[in-house]
C-alpha cells in the first residue's frame, strides 16, 4: 500500500548501513561492527495525504479491503520513501 510507512535499508560506501523509518527525516548511519555513529537528518515538508487518494487507491478492490483501508489510522502525511533515497544517493555517492 503506497500510504504506509516501512524501514528503508540501504548499503553505501565502507559497507556502511543506512536505515530510515519513512515518517521521518533522520537516517542512521551504521558501520559493519553494527555500533551506530551518525545520523544524517534533513527537515522535511509533510505532504498532506487527502482521502481522495485513498479512495482512488481503493477503486476495483474488494469491499472488505477497501473497508479495512479506509477504517485505518493512516497518517495524514505521504511517506518521505523517495526523499530518503535521494538524500542517501547525494550524500554518500
Not at 48 to 71: A, H, T
Request: charge should be negative.
Amino acid at each position: 500500500m503506497p500510504f504506509g510507512r516501512e524501514s528503508i535499508l540501504r548499503m553505501g560506501e565502507g559497507d556502511r548501513l543506512y536505515v530510515d523509518w519513512t515518517e521521518l527525516g533522520d537516517i542512521a548511519v551504521t558501520p559493519p561492527n553494527g555500533i551506530q555513529y551518525n545520523t544524517v537528518t534533513h527537515p522535511l515538508t509533510p505532504i498532506p495525504l487527502v482521502c481522495q487518494e485513498i479512495e482512488l487507491y481503493v477503486e476495483g478492490y474488494s469491499d472488505w479491503y477497501r473497508e479495512r483501508v479506509l477504517e485505518a489510522n493512516l497518517a495524514g502525511v505521504k511517506p518521505s520513501v523517495r526523499l530518503i533515497s535521494l538524500m542517501i544517493s547525494d550524500a554518500f555517492g
